[in-house]
């Protein structure tokens, strides 16, 4: 195969002007948001259709190319990252949505729809799409998908694949599936739409989804408590949760908040600091929900949980309340931190985290942690900021080293080593510890079925 004779297949099938080969569309396409991996592509592939797509896959599999689907490169796991000479299949330009319907509450996206743009869509109708998240504003359903993206609010609405109605794919092989045609109960065998949401696009691309939409959340209020230690934040959310239907129920650390703050943007929640930090939002449907609210806050102070609290008045204030949260990720970016987006189940929180914490702390006293997360649904996001003073080379080092305890740990508690962002390259060395050996066998298995030549993203997830 020469690179020559791909971009004129890839030409050939697509236009001329929907493959490129520059430096700066090599650069920006063929990454995303982790900084390990140099991105290397051959090209660039901007598809239209599905019948697109199915045409350069099985020009793969004829001329023996790799192929990495590209939707808005947000993950954090190198599942998006073309570092060995693949054609990335950018799906920018499938972005329309069809076939909107009220009755069913559906709407068919194109996999490069972006997130934000389908909760756009479902507010104009009176509807609500709930998988929120920091990068809605860019990341795309396709890749949502791929990566079977949660979020914020995970706790009442549940993940991406909830949310799937049917959807169409290319497989490894070039063939087009239509996946259970948006039927509510199908119950007809396998049901492949779930081998395709989190599979990373190693199986086939997700190239059209139908999303379903739901009824709006009506007069949504934000509750920020300081709480004094992680058992009482799990108190708070027990009493919360046996009488009221939350949609979020957040955490942060101080440190996490602090950094926040610091930069003048948003103001502090109340005088007094705490440990951690709930955010709790929920519909206030009548006055009675309000009075439940505060009759619980009261409860939760009297039993020493929360040690002070503030209730948003106006949705300026909600926003800026959701702020403290939201924020934490694009504020400690300045300090190149080590990441981990992992998970357990809810009520083994306080001790996996606490663990975690003696660990790092023991063995890198001069390292900051900072804790933020969705402590509702048990995701938790560890953040490990790099000292000033060490280089970035070294950290990273040091940091390959907490990755090994942080999931000897997730190992014990039984948990994910990736809650979110799914496995890619940069969580593969460690899918041990959360899948059997039996279980990736059966993984290679499925792989061997849709994608025999290993054209479909390879090394991401699993090796063949």
Same mark, same amino acid.
């Given at each position: ?83 060995n000479g693949e054609v990335v299949v950018a799906l920018d330009y499938m972005n329309t949505m069809s076939d ?136 708070? @959310? &027990? ?5 009221? /239907?939350?949609? =979020?129920? $957040?955490? +942060?650390?101080? #440190? ?123 995701? @938790? &996001? ?5 000292? /000033?003073?060490? =280089?970035? $080379?070294? +950290?990273?080092? #040091? ?66």
């Open positions: 195969m020469s690179q020559t004779t791909v971009i004129s297949r890839l030409q050939a099938i697509l236009g001329e002007d929907k493959v490129k080969t520059d430096a700066d569309s090599l650069e920006t396409f063929g990454k995303d948001w982790t900084k390990i991996y140099a991105p290397k592509p051959l090209a660039i592939a901007f598809p239209k259709t599905t019948e697109q797509v199915a045409d350069i896959v099985k020009a793969a599999n004829e001329l023996d190319f790799a192929i990495v689907p590209s939707g808005g490169r947000t993950g954090l796991s190198a599942g998006a990252v073309a570092a909107f319907n009220l009755t069913d509450r559906t709407v068919r996206c194109g996999a490069g729809v972006i997130t934000e743009q389908l909760q756009d869509f479902a507010e104009e109708q009176g509807l609500y799409y709930p998988v929120d998240f920091a990068s809605a504003g860019s990341s795309q359903i396709g890749g949502n998908i791929g990566t079977n993206a949660g979020g914020i609010k995970v706790i009442k609405y549940g993940m991406t694949r909830d949310w799937v109605a049917g959807m169409k794919v290319v497989t490894g092989k070039g063939d087009i599936l239509e996946l259970n045609k948006d039927l509510v109960k199908n119950n007809t065998g396998y049901d492949l739409r779930q081998l395709f949401i989190g599979g990373e696009g190693t199986l086939g691309i997700v190239t059209e989804a139908t999303m379903r939409l739901t009824r709006s959340p009506k007069n949504l209020n934000v509750l920020v408590l300081g709480v004094p230690e992680l058992d009482a934040i799990m108190n708070v @959310l &027990h009493a919360y949760q046996g009488r009221m /239907d939350l949609t =979020a129920f $957040e955490f +942060f650390s101080h #440190k996490a908040m602090s950094k926040v703050i610091a930069r003048g943007d948003v103001p502090a929640p109340f005088e007094s600091e705490a440990e951690y930090y709930a955010l709790i939002e929920f519909e206030a449907l009548s006055d009675a929900d309000m009075d439940v609210a505060m009759e619980l806050f009261e409860h939760c102070m009297e039993e020493g949980w929360v040690l002070d609290g503030v209730i948003s008045q106006s949705e300026t204030q909600a926003k800026n309340l959701w702020r403290l949260r939201e924020d934490i990720s694009e504020t400690i970016a300045e300090w190149t931190p080590y990441k981990n987006d992992i998970s357990v189940v809810v009520s083994k929180v306080p001790p996996f985290l606490n663990e975690i914490e003696q660990v790092v702390n023991k063995e890198y006293p001069d390292f900051e942690i900072i804790w933020f997360g969705h402590i509702g649904d048990g995701n @938790l &996001h560890l953040n490990i900021l790099k000292p /000033d003073a060490l =280089a970035k $080379e070294e +950290f990273f080092e #040091k940091c390959a080293k907490v990755s090994t305890w942080v999931f000897e740990i997730v190992e014990k508690y039984q948990g994910s080593v990736s809650a979110e962002h799914g496995v890619g390259m940069t969580k593969k060395p460690y899918l041990q510890y959360t899948r059997s050996a039996v279980e990736i066998d059966y993984m290679r298995a499925m792989k061997q079925v849709f994608d025999p030549k290993n054209v479909m993203n390879p090394g991401k997830i699993i090796d063949l």
